[in-house]
């Protein structure tokens, strides 16, 4: 009998045990924190991972290529969330715009926060995460994206931001 109790806890608590293999939860939208039980402190500085984004100002509507890529060699990772914020501290918080994932990412890729941010949907190991955003048709200011990383269950990265995306015109041809 004890087994089966045994068997029951581990079952319960097998987020815990194996992370969110499925994605991120919708309860993690504000403070992108994993939640990979409280013994675990995220890592903030020396970030292994850096943003490629073209190009680097936008308007109303426009759809900008993100890409999340780590520095160097040997920091795949098994598990990503990517939102856009404004960088104005008085505005909200929150997710600006939403996402589009190409068909060939979708068995890896998932929309989570009401398709404000991206998750992973697996827990295989990956080198990138590529995808679209959508600019929102109003309310907009300059933003940046900010991702957290799962290198693995122990090794969390929090608080990896991209070069400011600003709001307006292209900058005239020097």
Same mark, same amino acid.
């Given at each position: 009998?004890?087994?089966?109790? /045994?068997? !029951?806890? +581990?079952?319960?608590?097998?987020?815990?045990?194996?992370?969110?293999?499925? &994605?991120?939860?919708?309860?993690? *939208?504000?403070?992108?924190?994993?939640?990979?039980?409280?013994?675990?402190?995220?890592?903030?500085?020396?970030?292994?991972?850096?943003?490629?984004?073209?190009?680097?100002?936008?308007?109303?509507?426009?759809?900008?290529?993100?890409?999340?890529?780590?520095?160097?060699?040997?920091?795949?990772?098994?598990?990503?969330?990517?939102?856009?914020?404004?960088?104005?501290? /008085?505005? !909200?918080? +929150?997710?600006?715009?939403?996402?589009?994932?190409?068909?060939?990412?979708? &068995?890896?890729?998932?929309?989570? *926060?009401?398709?404000?941010?991206?998750?992973?949907?697996?827990?295989?190991?990956?080198?990138?995460?590529?995808?679209?955003?959508?600019?929102?048709?109003?309310?907009?200011?300059?933003?940046?994206?900010?991702?957290?990383?799962?290198?693995?269950?122990?090794?969390?990265?929090?608080?990896?931001?991209?070069?400011?995306?600003?709001?307006?015109?292209?900058?005239?041809?020097?």
């Amino acid at each position: 009998m004890m087994w089966l109790f /045994t068997a !029951l806890v +581990v079952l319960a608590r097998a987020d815990v045990l194996w992370g969110f293999a499925v &994605g991120a939860p919708r309860s993690t *939208c504000r403070s992108m924190t994993p939640d990979h039980g409280r013994h675990i402190t995220p890592r903030t500085t020396n970030q292994p991972y850096h943003f490629e984004i073209s190009p680097l100002y936008y308007k109303e509507g426009d759809e900008i290529q993100v890409k999340l890529v780590q520095n160097g060699t040997g920091k795949a990772y098994v598990g990503v969330m990517i939102q856009a914020r404004y960088t104005d501290p /008085t505005k !909200l918080q +929150v997710a600006v715009g939403k996402f589009r994932i190409s068909p060939s990412d979708m &068995g890896t890729l998932k929309l989570v *926060c009401y398709d404000g941010a991206v998750s992973h949907k697996n827990n295989r190991r990956t080198e990138s995460t590529e995808v679209t955003w959508l600019a929102p048709t109003r309310g907009t200011g300059d933003i940046v994206f900010k991702a957290s990383v799962v290198q693995d269950y122990n090794k969390i990265w929090l608080g990896i931001e991209s070069p400011v995306l600003t709001y307006g015109d292209a900058p005239p041809e020097p």
